[in-house]
């Protein structure tokens, strides 16, 4: 725990204006994020005595070992820079609001020649049009049945529109009259974007215009005697007030207003929203969070502004926005909303009438949504607590291990030998802080071997980042002159959650004393003491700690030995997740992957012309050069390439022994298209999108490509080979 007066800026050294600043802990990982008028005076705040702090506020400031600014020319630029902040790195100490859900939107995809209407859930899409977020998917597909008979816009997915563009038949919504059927050129894509366009005007709230329309349409087809005509816009008026009767008016001046509340007690708050638009209301969403701050109801406001419309522009933030309690000071906030939608946005306190009493509905809403919560979560938070402390009891370390490291070693018969590392903080998963290693300092099968190599490079790259940021002692040095690569392999000082340099209190690997004693040792060879390891063995679930001939036994009830297992089999689901893809991508290879220049457009063209890699491979150089874009030297670097893989066995029917002359399908000669890791691997820069290499940033290691002798065989193994992956 550190002294908040050891980092404490001098008074003169803090400017008297507009900012943003950060506290990083003692592995430079930023914990708090905050905004001020004066950065000066908020600062000064933080320095005081201890007693006269909150607690949360107390536990941030002796948490942190550090503290630095960002001087801004407005307070709207501070709002801003915060919210981009505390999006980049996530820090523990910032409200952050959870949602136990994707809220569903009903879309429609106007970027696109012929746009769809869909439900869609996530991060939103440039030129795609969402209306919502409605509290159920079934809800958007009702209303969307009911308007279809009016507006029939394509629904379909892209191959079934192909599909039916193909064989000249629309789907079955074509026949029945839901859908205008522009696959088969019943209408142009220009009527058809027509029909988009009015059905987003429809849902943007302007419906009265619409139905008198229909309605004088429906007067003047009576009067014209085209009853069949009156009778069908006459429907269609019914479908579209069904479908309007399924959001009741609650504001009678057709208002776009977002409401939100907020229900608070000491220790969480849940915010609710409602989106009105067009005096009803479109949609509902809310979210819980932890006050890990010391916040009043307008900072819970502000932050919940900044969540809801941070990424949000034009219509989708309203023209008006009402809360319970205003943030200070409110103008920053109303500015930047304003520059977000592009004209003016009133944020107020309603006072009276239907807003106010709205409002108290959308506040009950609130309530009720944490007294759920509450509810569902106690149980939850006790549990995950007592666990942790049923962990360091049995392990009999000095604390609860808060951040827990599992490792587990996957392959199939020695083949394809990768590692899996997952991380669980205050007992849940985070999964942006997974890695997964490639075993590439031997081949065969070893697990312990194994395990000792990926755990030596783990904590290698902790030891890189220590010696970095000025932790490294003389000791550390020649503990750990070996792993000295001449790379660091990180970015520059950033304060990131991510890679190597945050250390774990307890490591667990998936096995018995064997892989103990190899994860012991390799932390023993690196020269660190100060990091629990155990082992959870299978057969019995016992935990094996290092240096002990008997197990530590967890009875079967306890939480402790729940929270082990649920760790030991996330690394294992994810381990043999990687290791599926590895094989995968080794079974794609081909001998045309070893010829030098040949890129992929080429091999694509190679295979189309011969039809398949059997014919290719009987080619000769004159007939491979035929092919538009292959010289000479190619050519003869392709049946080089053959040549050196084995030859082709004929193919077996697995069920009558027959051997069979068969074609090898056009894909044989298509090469992995680029592997694109669930998680990240051990490579150097550690993010969680890097792929998969060794402790020195190598890239992936590709692996030998499959002789087609192997090819008959395949089927046969896919049967056993989940029995034989570990």
């Not at 307070?75 to 915060?82: D, G, H, P, S, V």
């Not at 520059?339 to 009493?357: C, E, F, H, W």
């Not at 000025?470 to 503990?479: L, Q, Y």
């Not at 990240?680 to 030998?704: E, F, I, R, V």
Request: include cysteine; proline fraction near 5%; charged fraction near 30%.
């Amino acid at each position: 725990m550190a002294d908040p007066s050891s980092y404490r800026p001098k008074p003169g050294q803090i400017p008297d204006s507009p900012g943003v600043y950060r506290f990083r802990d003692e592995h430079r990982r930023v914990i708090y994020v905050g905004k001020a008028k004066s950065l000066r005076q908020r600062l000064a705040s933080y320095f005081q005595d201890l007693a006269n702090l909150h607690p949360r506020t107390a536990t941030m400031v002796t948490t942190a070992a550090s503290v630095e600014w960002t001087v801004v020319a407005t307070e709207t630029a501070a709002l801003q820079l915060e919210y981009t902040w505390i999006k980049e790195y996530d820090p523990r100490f910032n409200v952050k609001y959870r949602d136990d859900k994707s809220y569903p939107y009903l879309a429609v995809t106007m970027n696109e020649q012929f746009p769809r209407v869909q439900v869609m859930r996530g991060q939103k899409k440039k030129g795609v049009r969402y209306f919502g977020p409605y509290g159920h998917a079934w809800a958007i597909r009702d209303t969307v049945d009911l308007l279809l008979r009016v507006f029939p816009v394509r629904t379909c997915s892209a191959g079934v529109f192909k599909n039916a563009a193909r064989t000249g038949r629309p789907c079955l919504l074509g026949y029945i009259g839901k859908c205008s059927a522009p696959c088969v050129d019943r209408v142009s894509a220009e009527e058809h974007r027509e029909l988009a366009e009015d059905f987003c005007e429809f849902m943007t709230g302007r419906t009265g215009t619409y139905i008198r329309r229909l309605e004088r349409q429906m007067t003047d087809a009576a009067e014209d005697m085209e009853y069949e005509r009156a009778a069908r816009l006459r429907d269609d008026i019914e479908a579209l007030r069904k479908a309007m009767e399924k959001s009741a008016v609650v504001l009678a001046d057709a208002t776009d207003a977002d409401l939100i509340a907020v229900a608070e007690d000491e220790l969480e708050a849940a915010v609710q929203i409602f989106h009105v638009r067009g005096g009803r209301v479109r949609g509902q969403r809310g979210w819980v969070t932890d006050k890990v701050e010391a916040v009043t109801t307008a900072d819970l406001v502000e932050h919940a502004l900044q969540q809801l419309y941070g990424e949000e522009t034009g219509d989708a933030v309203p023209k008006e926005v009402l809360v319970p309690a205003l943030p200070d000071p409110a103008e920053p906030v109303q500015e930047w909303l304003t520059q977000r939608r592009g004209s003016n946005v009133s944020l107020r306190i309603p006072q009276r009438g239907d807003k106010k009493a709205l409002m108290e509905t959308v506040a009950r809403n609130a309530q009720q949504s944490l007294v759920l919560h509450k509810t569902k979560r106690a149980s939850d938070l006790t549990t995950r607590s007592r666990a942790l402390e049923e962990i360091a009891t049995a392990l009999e370390l000095d604390s609860a291990p808060l951040r827990i490291e599992c490792y587990d070693i996957s392959h199939l018969q020695g083949d394809d030998v990768v590692a899996s590392m997952v991380v669980f903080e205050d007992g849940l998963a985070r999964k942006s802080e997974y890695r997964r290693f490639q075993i590439k300092g031997f081949e065969g099968q070893d697990d312990v071997r194994s395990m000792h190599e990926v755990l030596t490079r783990r904590f290698r790259r902790y030891l890189a980042e220590k010696e970095k940021t000025g932790e490294w002692s003389p000791e550390d040095a020649e503990n750990a002159q070996d792993g000295q690569d001449g790379r660091n392999g990180f970015t520059e000082e950033d304060g990131r959650p991510k890679k190597f340099a945050y250390p774990p209190q307890l490591v667990v690997v998936d096995g018995g004393q064997p892989q103990v004693a190899a994860a012991q040792r390799a932390l023993d060879d690196l020269g660190i003491d100060d990091i629990a390891v155990c082992g959870l063995a299978k057969r019995l679930e016992e935990v094996w700690v290092p240096g002990e001939d008997d197990p530590v036994i967890l009875p079967r009830t306890s939480e402790g030995l729940y929270l082990l297992q649920r760790v030991r089999d996330e690394a294992h689901r994810f381990a043999i997740t990687y290791q599926r893809s590895k094989r995968t991508k080794r079974f794609k290879a081909s001998p045309l992957d070893a010829v030098p220049g040949l890129g992929e457009a080429r091999k694509q063209t190679l295979i189309k012309h011969f039809g398949s890699v059997k014919k290719l491979r009987s080619a000769t150089i004159d007939q491979i050069c035929e092919v538009p874009g292959i010289g000479r030297k190619t050519a003869e670097a392709v049946l080089a390439a053959f040549a050196r893989a084995a030859p082709a066995a004929p193919a077996v029917n697995t069920a009558t022994g027959e051997i069979m002359e068969e074609e090898e399908p056009a894909t044989a000669g298509d090469s992995d298209h680029g592997e694109q890791p669930a998680g990240a691997g051990d490579s150097s820069d550690g993010g969680p999108s890097a792929q998969a290499g060794d402790s020195h940033g190598d890239g992936p290691g590709t692996a030998a490509a499959p002789s087609d002798s192997e090819a008959p065989t395949r089927v046969g193994a896919a049967r056993t080979r989940r029995g034989m992956e570990t």
